[in-house]
């Protein structure tokens, strides 16, 4: 029963929290202009100045851990081709193709990931979490982007250097990771102003960013093919993690470093899932089906591996 009540402490108040947003939402105390303003704020500001704050204050080499960062990556590359390649053995439409694989392996590790993390492992966690997910958000969006534009790829549109470089390079969740990663790499000191005001301005990202999934959420995009949304949402926050898990227990990764693996293997489909599909010719329906619903039964499956986790000492 206590287990049962600690891993109740770390899952509820992250779904209590996007629960409340979508209460606002239905109240009417916050509108879509709000949350717009709200997930470019956290998007741009809030959670770039969060990993630039938890990474550059590190030290580098006892949060790093190359092997980790190796396998989580490798795995977002065998979630994309056995989605890919599923969904291309099942003869599905080149839009839907896109969606269903982008919505199998690549999730919300920047809203919900961390907020899992944090709430488990704390601090040391939520610094552990922010460092490999400077390596696997690059990766992730190159894999997405291939997933969306490979199925077009005969429609003779080819994509500038430009288009990458825009989608890649010039993330603000990747060039604070890397300046957050070099600032620790290099030891260098905090001026004691900037790390107050960093401590101060990066605890509004958390909270803001479940607030917005949760008045963003809407039943109604649970709409269009639901047993194919359901199949992507199983692959993403069923296999993914078991297939973590095990190449990460292969590669004799321990501790805490397997436990944030694992959870930022199983975050739920991100939110821009749907904003890419809109962009790159992809099944948005699908895509917002598949965010919903992996976000909802995420509560689920995130119990369940902390259970697992707790009850072999993780």
């Avoid at 004799?252 to 821009?272: H, Y």
Wanted: proline share 3%.
């Amino acid at each position: 029963m206590q287990l049962f009540w600690e891993i109740l402490n770390i899952v509820l108040p992250v779904f209590l929290i996007i629960g409340l947003g979508y209460a606002l939402r239905r109240i009417g105390l916050i509108d879509a202009d709000f949350l717009f303003q709200t997930n470019r704020l956290v998007f741009y500001v809030a959670l770039p100045l969060l990993l630039f704050y938890k990474i550059g204050t590190a030290d580098f080499y006892t949060s790093f851990n190359g092997m980790l960062v190796m396998v989580s990556c490798l795995v977002i590359v065998i979630g994309f081709a056995l989605s890919y390649g599923y969904a291309s053995l099942r003869g599905y439409a080149p839009e839907t193709r896109g969606a269903f694989s982008q919505g199998a392996f690549r999730g919300n590790l920047a809203y919900m990931g961390l907020a899992i993390v944090f709430n488990a492992y704390g601090e040391d966690g939520l610094t552990r979490a922010g460092i490999l997910m400077g390596f696997m958000v690059p990766v992730l969006n190159f894999c997405a982007i291939f997933a969306l534009l490979l199925p077009h790829s005969g429609d003779g549109e080819n994509r500038s250097a430009s288009f990458w470089l825009k989608h890649l390079a010039l993330n603000p969740l990747i060039i604070a990771c890397v300046v957050g990663i070099a600032w620790s790499f290099l030891n260098l000191a905090m001026p004691v102003v900037l790390e107050r005001s960093l401590r101060v301005a990066s605890g509004m990202t958390l909270p803001l960013a479940l607030l917005a999934i949760g008045g963003s959420f809407s039943l109604k995009k649970l709409r269009g093919d639901l047993v194919m949304a359901f199949l992507a949402t199983f692959f993403k926050i069923g296999w993914m993690p078991l297939i973590a898990c095990g190449l990460l227990v292969l590669a004799g990764v321990q501790g805490v470093d397997l436990a944030v693996g694992v959870l930022m293997a199983g975050a739920p489909a991100a939110t821009a899932n749907y904003i890419m599909a809109h962009q790159l010719k992809g099944d948005a329906e699908l895509s917002g089906s598949i965010v919903m619903m992996s976000t909802l039964l995420s509560a689920v499956t995130y119990s369940i591996a902390l259970y697992l986790m707790r009850i072999t000492g993780l």
